[in-house]
């Protein structure tokens, strides 16, 4: 089974609509909705915006549903000039931006139980998110992508981000917060983003304008790996 967390409800109801043998069932206030896609078993949820839902959400998947992935996609501002609107930002490893315990001594982004940094994604399914961007001929890029509670909207942020995580090509709200609780769960994750944003002054009326079709490149992507993953 591949477990699918997404942010949104625009992210979320095209996949749900494509599925069969549906059941939801309500839990902590998230529904999870299960059945096949493309002949893969899938459970799908909209945890909402921000890092507790993101975690949270995981959390409940992985006790309830015991998934053999978790893949969660949506949408994200881009980082760097190689990744326009639209474009697909493809995490090889997820940090959290906003988590700073540097004081104690420790670098920037330190998750303590973990003791990482970075949150590393799993291979294969990069790799196959790869591949399913070249079959639909969607430009991507692969590097970290840089998780915090905050809807990064200037340059300044931009920057500062850019300093302490230099490879990071998209900030989002949820990736990182995803990956942590399957790190701790032994779950192999991936992080899929495609751009509806520069991140800079722009980017609440570029998000408003191209959310939807950044969120439809992510679901052609994720449907061709889907065919993939067993």
Same mark, same amino acid.
């Given at each position: 089974?591949?477990?699918l967390i ?5 992210e979320?109801e095209e996949?749900?609509k ?7 069932q309500?839990?902590s206030g ?8 493309y002949g893969?078993?899938?459970v799908?949820c909209?945890?909402g915006i921000?890092?507790?839902?993101a975690?949270?959400c995981a959390e409940?998947?992985v006790?309830?549903?015991?998934p053999?992935?978790?893949?969660n ?9 190689k990744?326009?609107?639209?474009d697909v930002?493809?995490?090889v ?11 104690l ?12 940094v970075?949150?590393k994604?799993?291979?294969r #399914?990069v790799s196959?998110? @790869?591949? =399913?961007c070249a079959?639909?001929?969607?430009s991507?890029? %692969?590097?970290t992508i *840089?998780t915090?509670?905050q ?7 931009k ?9 990071? #090509?998209?900030?989002?709200? @949820?990736? =990182?917060?995803?990956g942590?609780?399957?790190l701790v769960? %032994?779950?192999?994750? *991936? ?5 509806s944003?520069?991140?800079g002054g722009?980017?609440?009326?570029d998000y408003?304008?191209?959310?939807r ?5 992510s679901?052609?992507v994720l449907e061709k ?5 067993d």
């Amino acid at each position: 089974m591949v477990g699918l967390i997404v942010a949104m409800k625009i992210e979320a109801e095209e996949i749900i609509k494509k599925l069969t043998d549906k059941a939801s069932q309500k839990i902590s206030g998230i529904e999870f909705t299960r059945g096949k896609l493309y002949g893969t078993d899938v459970v799908v949820c909209v945890c909402g915006i921000g890092k507790v839902f993101a975690g949270a959400c995981a959390e409940i998947m992985v006790l309830r549903y015991s998934p053999d992935y978790i893949i969660n996609t949506g949408v994200g501002g881009t980082l760097t000039d190689k990744l326009g609107i639209g474009d697909v930002a493809i995490a090889v490893s997820a940090v959290q931006h906003d988590m700073d315990t540097t004081p104690l001594g420790d670098p920037r982004g330190y998750i303590d139980v973990i003791k990482e940094v970075y949150l590393k994604c799993d291979e294969r #399914v990069v790799s196959l998110v @790869e591949k =399913a961007c070249a079959a639909e001929k969607i430009s991507c890029v %692969k590097g970290t992508i *840089a998780t915090g509670d905050q809807f990064i909207h200037s340059e300044e942020k931009k920057n500062e981000i850019k300093s302490h995580f230099a490879d990071c #090509v998209c900030c989002d709200m @949820e990736g =990182a917060a995803v990956g942590q609780i399957c790190l701790v769960n %032994k779950v192999p994750f *991936a992080v899929i983003r495609a751009i509806s944003d520069n991140a800079g002054g722009e980017s609440p009326a570029d998000y408003n304008a191209f959310a939807r079709t950044a969120a439809n490149n992510s679901i052609k992507v994720l449907e061709k790996v889907l065919g993939q993953l067993d």
